[in-house]
């Protein structure tokens, strides 16, 4: 049995860890390294820095970020927003990332996933899906911090990404994201069922029994988490702990 894998993420612009409800509404919340260092020693098994900036002005400052946490971290870093070509993949690896995520880059580009899977390995490669309902209830592909319908299918979306060479899935729901009410569970769902790589369940965690439901509920591999974390209503520990409680195999890292 493939053991799940807890990972929080960390929302970054300017510098900072901040936090919002379905991408808008952003507080400052602090420093992204001293965060990852705290959920590594809670027994996290990856770390995601999201640069919402996404600027080329501000590609420095996460540069510099990605440097001192690839230094002081042993976990895997994967860190995404802002890359848009062959030659911004090999910058973040360059820094110290062992991942690199890309989303609306992917959509405008989808030559770019299969490049980058050539070049760099499909282990490197992570697609980020923002899936949303429509008026007539389809999931969509939206981009632009899920401003815009991209009006593609997200589960034939999540197959071409596969096709092309992408190594894992980052889904996440933006119907849910920051609301705390829990995973969007029929989305993970269709999408899981439908490929064979990894598939990381994001946007809506707003207690442990959430994640312990999207992983009894469906085969997705990791569950993506922020607030819940950040606000320190919970541990990657306690998690767990309860995952292991109800019988779903997780990884327990050495301190």
């Known amino acids: 049995m493939l053991r799940k894998r807890i990972i929080p993420c960390l929302d970054i612009k300017n510098g900072k860890v901040v936090k919002g409800i379905n991408f808008v509404g952003l507080t400052d919340i602090g420093d992204p390294v001293d965060y990852a260092k705290m959920y590594e020693l809670q027994c996290a098994d990856e770390i995601v820095f999201l640069d919402i ?3 080329y002005e501000e590609r420095a400052i996460i540069k510099d970020i990605i440097e001192k946490g690839a230094n002081e971290l042993r976990i895997p870093l994967t860190v995404g927003g802002g890359i848009r070509t062959l030659n911004d993949f090999r910058e973040i690896l360059k820094s110290g990332a ?3 995520s890309i989303n609306s880059a992917a ?3 989808p030559e770019l996933i299969t490049e980058a899977s050539k070049e760099f390995g499909a282990q ?15 999931f969509k592909v939206f981009v632009k911090g899920g401003r815009e319908n991209t009006g593609l299918d997200l589960v034939e979306w999540a197959k071409k990404c596969e096709e092309l060479g992408a190594g894992e899935i ?8 920051g609301t705390k009410k829990g995973y969007d569970i029929e989305m993970t769902k269709r999408v899981v069922e439908n490929v064979n790589i990894p598939v990381i ?13 999207v992983f009894k509920e469906t085969n997705c591999d990791a569950a993506l988490v922020a607030s819940l974390f950040h606000y320190k209503e919970a541990t990657i520990d306690e998690v767990k702990e309860e995952l292991e409680k109800n019988d779903i195999s ?3 890292i050495n301190k």
Do not use: F, H, P, W
Request: a negative charge.
């Open 53 to 55: 900036t996404a600027s």
């Open 98 to 100: 062992d991942k690199v």
């Open 107 to 109: 959509v405008k580009n």
């Open 124 to 138: 490197c490669v992570v697609v980020a899906i923002d899936g949303k309902r429509d008026e007539e209830g389809n």
């Open 170 to 177: 980052l889904l996440t729901s933006m119907d849910a994201d």
């Open 201 to 213: 369940a994001s946007g809506g965690c707003g207690s442990i029994q959430d994640i312990v439901q």
């Open 250 to 252: 997780v990884r327990r």
